[in-house]
């Protein structure tokens, strides 16, 4: 029977198209997707977010795979060819890249939905009883086939991949399914205030998780009705799935419950907060993402490196890393690295402490840094003696972000920024002090101007008196003594 029961799944994964949609922006990360797509933040020590959905679907036995492209896109591709790029058609398999090119009008891909229903077509070429939609920007593990074989024996015209998480956490940021005793699904609110529970377990609700199954014909014919219904935002939560529900079979199916895949890690790492989270989870002893389990592994491009590198070993200048995960091509010269994750091509100079951060690959990190709770992005470098995430006025005012709880997140345009607020700082000390000297100057001029005018005017009467009374004297003298007289006239 399990040999049956694997050629049963075998066969449904083979009829499968899955579609990734990596469009988009990821606005809530701020400057890590400034130059990137979310789909292309790294993730992991080496690895970039759509690796996991990929690797999910290669593992599960799914080789038909488009992706959907839109916002900036660039760095996506370059990694996709890399690392997915070998798939044979011959074999029947494909990874295709369906960049927003107005297929079917003016505008580009205006939503979810809008993005499938744009590249209806190609998806009909590969013939497939079932299309998979899935997010793109969510780590974790799971067999897709298990959730086709849900799809097929409740006979639902769509599935739609759900978690289990507490109330307080899916309000205000998912979408939530009400559901009956059999999962099939009454109900569903884009990210509701008061989501609702689920039934006999209060407090915990079902949250999409963005992934969904159709029936090719069901979802084709959904998609052409909502782009001809006026007012639709053409999304899948908001439009699609509330328009379905009452009239169409419409099943929820729990990941991380017993019914679900052993492999029940999820995390959106849609916020600096989650993201940092996320990574930090990996560096932990045993950590519920295990990403040395060659059974699932998750496939990425890498680029051929040497191997990490820890140099001198004296008292005060030992190269160390503790509960950290340390890349190829790393160099920590003279530093302690705890509990961080350093992405491939980092250099940390001597005397530094690197703590509880996700450093992204080329950085530099100078000496007598102090990090700790920091997001370093890509190729920065920072000088010498800075101090990150322990004076959070202090990284306010250098111009870096600091999160919700206090993740500090610096990047290369960043540090720019600062450098040349320190640079414009020191050119207005430096004409501060030209100026203050040149006052001293002008000061110490004025008054030696004073001191001659002051001199001249003294010494002016005094001659004056002096020959005043030398005068007076003579006339003295003469009327006492005219031969005196006549003789000082004659001297004259």
């Not at 049963?8 to 606005?27: E, P, V």
Request: proline letters at 4%; one cysteine or more.
């Amino acid at each position: 029977m399990p040999g049956y029961v694997n050629r049963y799944i075998s066969n449904l994964t083979r009829d499968t198209y899955a579609l990734i949609l990596a469009g988009g922006k990821g606005t809530r990360l701020h400057e890590l997707t400034d130059w990137r797509a979310k789909p292309a933040v790294f993730f992991g020590g080496k690895f970039r977010l759509i690796d996991f959905p990929l690797s999910n679907c290669v593992n599960s036995g799914i080789r038909q795979i488009g992706i959907a492209t839109q916002y900036k896109s660039h760095s996506l591709l370059r990694h996709v060819n890399r690392a997915w790029g070998h798939f044979k058609t011959e074999l029947g398999e494909t990874v295709e890249i369906l960049p927003a090119s107005q297929r079917l009008g003016d505008d580009w891909y205006c939503g979810t939905a809008d993005a499938v229903y744009q590249n209806m077509d190609i998806i009909r070429q590969q013939s497939p009883k079932y299309v998979l939609i899935l997010s793109s920007d969510h780590v974790y593990r799971m067999d897709y086939g298990e959730l086709l074989a849900r799809h097929l024996e409740t006979g639902a015209d769509m599935t739609v991949c759900c978690i289990d998480v507490p109330l307080q956490e899916a309000a205000g940021s998912f979408g939530v399914m009400t559901v009956d005793t059999h999962n099939l699904v009454k109900a569903f609110d884009e990210k509701p205030a008061q989501p609702t529970a689920i039934p006999g377990r209060p407090g915990r609700c079902l949250a999409s998780m963005g992934n969904y199954v159709f029936n090719t014909e069901f979802l084709f014919e959904q998609l052409q009705l909502d782009a001809q219904r006026a007012g639709s935002g053409r999304d899948f939560g908001a439009d699609i799935i509330p328009a379905i529900i009452e009239k169409n079979k419409v099943y929820a199916f729990p990941f991380n419950t017993e019914e679900a895949s052993e492999q029940q890690y999820w995390s959106d790492v849609g916020t600096l907060d989650s993201f940092w989270q996320a990574n930090m989870d990996l560096v932990t002893p045993q950590p519920k993402l295990d990403l040395y389990d060659s059974s699932w592994p998750i496939l990425t491009y890498q680029e051929q490196l040497p191997p990490a590198k820890f140099i001198f070993d004296d008292d005060q200048r030992r190269g160390s890393a503790l509960d950290s995960t340390v890349s190829s091509g790393c160099i920590i010269s003279g530093s302690t690295v705890r509990q961080s994750l350093l992405f491939s091509k980092v250099h940390v100079h001597s005397y530094s402490v690197i703590e509880q951060s996700v450093v992204l690959p080329g950085v530099v990190i100078g000496r007598n840094c102090q990090i700790r709770r920091a997001i370093i992005d890509s190729n920065c470098v920072i000088p010498e003696g800075y101090c990150i995430g322990h004076d959070q006025a202090l990284d306010i005012e250098n111009g870096f972000r600091v999160s919700q709880q206090g993740v500090v997140l610096v990047t290369a345009k960043m540090l720019q920024a600062l450098a040349e607020k320190q640079q414009q700082l020191a050119v207005n000390v430096t004409h501060i002090e030209t100026g203050r000297e040149s006052l001293q100057n002008d000061q110490l001029a004025a008054a030696s101007f004073i001191k001659t005018k002051t001199d001249r005017v003294v010494t002016l009467p005094s001659r004056l008196n002096i020959k005043k009374n030398s005068a007076i004297n003579t006339q003295t003298d003469s009327m006492k003594s005219p031969a005196t007289a006549v003789e000082f006239g004659r001297d004259h």
